[in-house]
C-alpha cells in the first residue's frame, strides 16, 4: 500500500505517520448525540479548545445534520453556521479545520476562511462540489453513502457490502482525479451507519482491510453510532465502550483518522493500538 504520510491541508499539514483523532464539532441544532449544544460561537470554541487540548489532531465542524432522517438545510443557513465558526477556529486557536459539508458554497467560502480539509459525506455529488472542491485546494474526504440522509436507512440492499463500497470510492476518487484533484489530495471513508444495517457495518468493519486496495488515507467515524444501540442495547451516552472497541479495530484494519466525540478517551486508545502494531520485530 502506498503511503501518505504527510497532507497538506492549506497552510497547514497533517501528521499521518501515525493514526490521529478528529473531534466532531457539531453547530447544529439537530444532531442524534449533542445538537444544539455548540450553536454559540464561545460554546463551540470552547469544546474545540477543550478536543484540541486532550489530543484532537483536526476539529470536524459541520452545519448540516447527516443523521438517518435528518432534513435539508439551506445553503444560507449553513454557510451561516459554518463559516465564523471556522474562522474563529483558525485564528483564534490556530486549529486545523475539516468542514463537513455537501455544498458547493460552504466548501468555496470555508476555504477561503481558513478550513484545511473537506469531508464530504456525499463524496462530491451535489451540483458544482467537485469544481468547488478542485478550486479549493484542499484535501477531500470521500465517504460511501446510498442516497441522503432523510432515506437512507429504508431498507439498504448490498449483494457484497464491501466490495460495493470499495467500488464506489474508487469511481468517485476517478471522478476526482478527471478534474483535477490529485490522490495526493484524497481520503476515503467507508461511511458506518450511513445506508447501512447492522449486518451491514459489522461485515464492513470486519472486511475493512480490503480498503487498502485504493491506496489512500481511510477515515472511519463509530462514534456514538446506532450500532452499539443495536448490538449492546445502549442509549447514545452510554456507547463509549462500544465506540473504543470499533476505534481500535479499525485502527488494526488500518484507518488513519478516527472521527470521534469522545477525543480524550479516543486518542488514548488510539495510540496503543498503533503502538502495538508498530511492536513487530523486524
Do not use: W
Amino acid at each position: 500500500m502506498t503511503r501518505i504520510n504527510k497532507l497538506t491541508c492549506g497552510a497547514r499539514t497533517l501528521d499521518l505517520s501515525a493514526p490521529v483523532v478528529m473531534g466532531i464539532l457539531n453547530v447544529t441544532p439537530d444532531s442524534f448525540s449533542d445538537g444544539g449544544r455548540f450553536t454559540e460561537r464561545d460554546a463551540a470554541l470552547r469544546q474545540a479548545e477543550q478536543m484540541l487540548a486532550d489530543g484532537a489532531a483536526i476539529i470536524d465542524v459541520g452545519g448540516e445534520s447527516t443523521r438517518p432522517g435528518a432534513a435539508a438545510v439551506s445553503e444560507q443557513e449553513e454557510l451561516g453556521r459554518v463559516v465564523p465558526i471556522v474562522e474563529a477556529l483558525t485564528t483564534e486557536l490556530d486549529a486545523l479545520v475539516s468542514v463537513d459539508t455537501s455544498t458547493a458554497a460552504v466548501i468555496r467560502e470555508s476555504a477561503a476562511a481558513g478550513a484545511g480539509l473537506i469531508n464530504d459525506v456525499r463524496a462530491l455529488r451535489r451540483p458544482g462540489a467537485l469544481e468547488a472542491a478542485a478550486s479549493s485546494g484542499l484535501p477531500v474526504c470521500l465517504m460511501h453513502m446510498q442516497g441522503e440522509p432523510g432515506n437512507m436507512q429504508n431498507n439498504p440492499i448490498y449483494e457484497d457490502v464491501t466490495t460495493e463500497v470499495v467500488d464506489f470510492l474508487r469511481e468517485r476518487v476517478a471522478a476526482c482525479e478527471a478534474v483535477g484533484i490529485s490522490r495526493e489530495r484524497l481520503l476515503v471513508d467507508p461511511g458506518f451507519g450511513f445506508a447501512k444495517n447492522m449486518t451491514h457495518n459489522l461485515v464492513l468493519m470486519n472486511e475493512m482491510a480490503a480498503l487498502r486496495a485504493l491506496e489512500l488515507p481511510v477515515l472511519i467515524g463509530v462514534s456514538r453510532k446506532s450500532l452499539f444501540g443495536k448490538v449492546l442495547g445502549r442509549e447514545v451516552h452510554e456507547r463509549l465502550p462500544g465506540s473504543l472497541a470499533a476505534a481500535v479495530m479499525c485502527v488494526e484494519r488500518g484507518a488513519m483518522i478516527v472521527r470521534a466525540h469522545d477525543v480524550k478517551e479516543t486518542v488514548d486508545v488510539v495510540r496503543f493500538a498503533h503502538a502495538v502494531r508498530m511492536s513487530h520485530k523486524e
